[in-house]
């Protein structure tokens, strides 16, 4: 009987904007301006740092990595919600919402990974900058940044597969794409063990690496606060802010959504802390490295002098 309750939902509804439909058009056009900004701004990092020799360091490396990471992010997620705004299918198959929610984690906790490794960067940089060549060389660099990746993906590997083994009851996703609660929540029955998967992985892709970005900046601002002229701070905190900003938006997020107790779900928060941190987020890494960062914004003015001088 389980295994006939699991092969009978065979696929998903949507329920998305449903409580909107008079907005649905304008909704569709604020998301839809906000994903073009989002991969043109991404893409413009991504090609700054790789045609600009100035940015060729490791921290620029790791921005790229993320800034690839997060156009990923949001293509997972972002086209089939703009479909459903505008009246296209609402259904998705069993198969391509297990791929959905496997990728959207995979590029999910990669970024928070990722955040983390940046952090570390900050800390050699600033902290032990005679040594900073040497600890954070290109191959140690491409070694975490690949790491990073495979843990993010074998993480979400697991999760998507402990999910997607339960049988399910509903077919009704109160949400406008596969994550992990509203999935759960169609299931007939959910195991203790899923419960515990779920909080253990959570707590090692938000909590472990928000704990070492604390601790990190800590000892970066310890070490600033020791620099005597105002000019010598006024740089490693510039860096150190534009990634801060970044790392309170994105883990303050993620801490909102899924450590957030089950009896306080409410459709319409989750949707709006879901939209925060599937069109709003992505959207923040360009915008907060460029117009705060002026390595950024010299490289870009000289990406555009060369290209009208020739």
Sequence with gaps: MKRANFTGVREFVFQGFSDFQEYQLTLFVVFFVLYVLTLAGNVIIVTIIRIDHHLHTPMYFFLSVLSTSETFYSLVIIPRMLGSLVGLSQTISLECCGMQLYFFLGFGITNCLLLAVMGYDRYVAICNPLRYSVIMNWRVCAILASSVCATGFLLSLVQAMSIFRLPFCNSLIEHFFCDIRPILNLACTVPVINDILTLVITLLVI?????????????????????????????????????????????????????????????????????????????LNPVVYSLRNKEVQDALRRMMGRKFLS
Excluded: M
């Design 207 to 283: 909590t472990v690496p928000a704990t070492f970005i604390f601790v990190s900046y800590v000892l970066i601002i310890s070490t600033i606060l020791k620099i005597s002229s105002a000019g010598g701070w006024k740089k490693p905190f510039a860096t150190c802010s534009s990634h801060l900003t970044v790392v309170v938006i994105h883990y303050g997020c993620a801490s909102i959504v899924y450590f957030k107790p089950k009896s306080e779900n409410t459709r319409d928060q989750d949707q709006l802390i879901s939209v925060t941190y599937t069109v709003i987020t992505p959207l």
